[in-house]
């Protein structure tokens, strides 16, 4: 596998991380714990050494998953989590944000707990909490550095006025937001513009447009029993048919290349900038095997070029999240 520096950091991960949300909840088809640890070593079996994961996703059990699955390898890996939220203690409910130092503190002690190390890699805040200033926040994990419990900082979906501001107090070592094909807001709202100036490597998660652009889906498709997809604009019929354009333009270059739609899409990610790592993530050993192979799938100019004019030809239909989610972006 492929390495790449996060921007000037020092922080060194696999080309295509590893997004571990999915494995035991969001998509309705949650693996037994064990199951997931055993895909997780066979990630790092093929060469996956940057693992992503939150205090939230559960809340608490996906901590524990990665933790347990990487704890013999821990010297070979980079574990990102997140903090942000606050979260019910009894009923594991999520009731907000909760950027406050104080709290940022006992996330990360919460964290290293169940994910059973000593130090987290990336530390990134989940969400800006509009209630605290992103200095205080990042003067909060700077403090954590100096500490030892964390070493690097990162941020998730901030808006390139608050990056920089947070920046300014405490490097940000990258920056994690949806970025792919039908998701290209990166490219116009000054982030990825920030990021090169600053040295902030980043990472797409949703890379593959949660399944939809691996061709494995079309309007004719019922999404399960607590798949949060069902809440998503995209995902309506009538939206995932309007998008299939997206999927066959895909399918086209994938057909000329010997691969997949999927792994045309991480191609293309890749392809973009040398410091940006996407974080697919899967319940499959084959998607699994099939994702990391786009590392060696080389998009000549000319490929980049006719999917950028193909695609500035399709109008994607339907908003990332419900109007309560997408207030919590870019702010």
Not at 74 to 101: C, E, H, M, W, Y
Not at 263 to 283: F, M, R
Not at 316 to 325: A, D, F, I, N
Request: proline share 5%; net charge negative.
């Amino acid at each position: 596998m492929h390495k790449r520096k996060l921007g000037n950091s020092g922080l060194e991960v696999s080309a295509i991380g590893f997004g571990c949300m999915g494995l035991n909840i969001m998509y309705g088809h949650a693996l037994a714990n064990q199951e997931s640890v055993a895909l997780i070593r066979a990630a790092v079996e093929r060469g996956v050494t940057f693992f992503d994961t939150a205090e939230v996703y559960g809340p608490f059990s996906n901590e524990e998953i990665v933790g347990e699955a990487l704890g013999p390898v821990r010297d070979q890996v980079v574990i990102a989590t997140k903090f942000g939220f606050d979260i019910d203690p009894v009923t594991k409910q999520s009731t907000g944000l909760n950027s406050r130092p104080e709290h940022i503190r006992e996330a990360a002690e919460g964290s290293l707990a169940r994910l059973g190390i000593e130090v987290i890699d990336l530390y990134y805040q989940h969400r800006v909490d509009p209630n605290v200033p992103i200095e205080d926040v990042a003067g909060a994990v700077q403090k954590l550095i100096s500490e030892g419990k964390v070493r690097h900082f990162g941020m998730s979906e901030p808006s390139a006025q608050t990056l920089r501001r947070a920046h300014g107090v405490q490097p940000v070592a990258a920056l994690q937001n949806e970025y792919s094909l039908w998701t290209r807001g990166p490219e116009t709202n000054g982030i990825l513009e920030a990021c090169e100036e600053l040295a902030i490597g980043f990472v797409p998660y949703s890379p593959l447009g949660r399944g939809f652009l691996t061709g494995a889906m079309s309007k004719e498709t019922q999404l399960g029993e607590g798949d949060f997809r069902k809440m998503l604009p995209r995902f309506t019929p009538e939206a995932m048919e309007k998008n299939q354009a997206l999927v066959d333009l895909l399918r086209r270059i994938a057909g000329r290349k010997n691969a997949t739609p999927a792994q045309i899409a991480l191609a293309w990610l890749l392809a973009q900038k040398p410091w940006i790592a996407p974080i697919p993530g899967t319940t499959k050993l084959h998607r699994l095997e099939e994702n990391l192979g786009a590392a060696d799938v080389a998009l000549t100019a000319g490929d980049l070029a006719e999917i950028e004019r193909a695609a500035a030809e399709i109008q994607v239909e339907g908003e990332r999240y419900p109007e309560r989610l997408q207030a919590m972006l870019g702010r």
